[in-house]
């Protein structure tokens, strides 16, 4: 029973119909379908590269001018002020006391001045007609310059009165928003206490070191991209403003200074950001979109000609925008395949279609 069971089982085997698989085919029978884009020659910029961190354009300690106790503190942290805003108020009847004692005697000294002056007239006009002496005119021109004098020392002490009164009250020196209140309601302060400390965050500044060797490249008004990580790498566009003369102590680097617009405030003081100035541009470089690379030691890319697929090892430059820069390996005008070129090996036949097409239903082109 056993030797009849293994002689059907082999007249089975012979009977079966001959089959054969895709996968069985070897690399020179099998065709991968595969998007190509064509190697563009284009401009690439030339970048100095840099990290830094973002600081604010202005930033200031607001402190108090006068004296007295705090009677209010109407701003609080992260508030934006206005330039002259009156963000706090000091208690200021003794100084408002003085201004109108200040104010009075200057109506007593314009007053005595009114009198000498009238005094000086009328004895310019009794010399003329000899009815005075010159010794009593020149008393008289005397006294005019002596309540001339009081007049003027006395409305000295009214602007310093009201500058007095003035300085009860803090304000903002310019626009911008409240980083630190220093202040409570009640203190008793005097002139030169720390109040608020006020940064002005539009424009905002990133401050970066660069070395030695791209310091000659860099100079103001030089186009910048800024990259913040925090923000989702999200890119803002601005330019340098200032360039340092000389290199850091620690670092011996030079500090570089990117100015850009923050309206919708997104930008903060103390993110890190990374900068690339554009110090150049080049001409004639051979461009291909990043999804043409085969990652690798050296990469690769693989130019479809004819209907197959050249393995050639790559040397890449820039990387912006969707697009790499190619050194060495692939011309402009040549073909790279994009999407299926991690099925592809050297050799490889293709079948080329666009994006929305079927790519079983193409034939090689």
Not at 44 to 73: F, N, Q
Not at 194 to 206: G, N
């Amino acid at each position: 029973m056993r030797w009849l069971l293994l002689l059907l089982l082999l007249l089975a085997a012979c009977e079966a119909p001959e089959t054969t698989s895709t996968e069985d085919a070897t690399p020179e029978e099998r065709v991968v379908p595969v998007a190509v884009e064509t190697a563009r020659s284009g401009v690439v910029a030339d970048p100095v590269l840099a990290t830094g961190t973002i600081a604010p354009s202005r930033a200031v300690v607001v402190s108090s001018e006068g004296s007295g106790r705090v009677l209010d503190v109407s701003v609080s942290l992260g508030e934006t002020v206005k330039a002259g805003q009156v963000i706090a108020r000091l208690d200021g009847q003794v100084q408002q006391a003085q201004l109108e004692q200040a104010r009075a005697a200057l109506r007593s000294a314009e007053a005595v001045q009114a009198l000498a002056q009238a005094g000086v007239d009328r004895s310019d006009r009794l010399i003329e007609q000899g009815a005075t002496t010159p010794s009593e005119h020149f008393a008289s021109t005397q006294d005019l310059a002596a309540s001339t004098a009081q007049s003027d020392g006395a409305r000295a002490a009214v602007t310093l009165a009201e500058r007095a009164a003035a300085d009860t009250r803090i304000r903002a020196p310019y626009g911008g928003q409240v980083a630190q209140v220093l202040l409570e309601e009640g203190a008793l302060i005097g002139p030169g206490t720390p109040a608020f400390r006020l940064v002005d965050l539009d424009p905002i500044t990133v401050e970066v070191g660069v070395p030695a060797r791209d310091i000659a490249l860099v100079k103001p008004g030089q186009a910048a991209s800024v990259r913040v990580t925090s923000l989702l790498s999200q890119t803002f566009s601005g330019e340098v403003s200032h360039v340092g003369p000389e290199a850091s102590g620690s670092s011996r680097t030079y500090p570089l200074e990117i100015s850009l617009a923050n309206a919708e405030g997104l930008l903060r003081s103390g993110m890190v950001a990374r900068v690339e100035v554009v110090v150049g541009e080049r001409e004639g470089a051979v461009l291909v979109p990043e999804s043409a690379i085969v990652a690798g030691r050296p990469p690769v890319m693989y130019v479809v000609l004819d209907g197959v697929a050249h393995k050639r090892e790559v040397t890449l430059g820039r990387i912006a925008e969707g697009s790499v820069e190619v050194k060495a390996g692939v011309a402009a005008g040549e073909q790279v395949a994009t999407l299926g070129r991690q099925h592809l090996s050297d050799g490889t036949k293709v079948s080329i279609y666009t994006l929305g097409d079927d790519p079983d239903s193409t034939a090689t082109r």
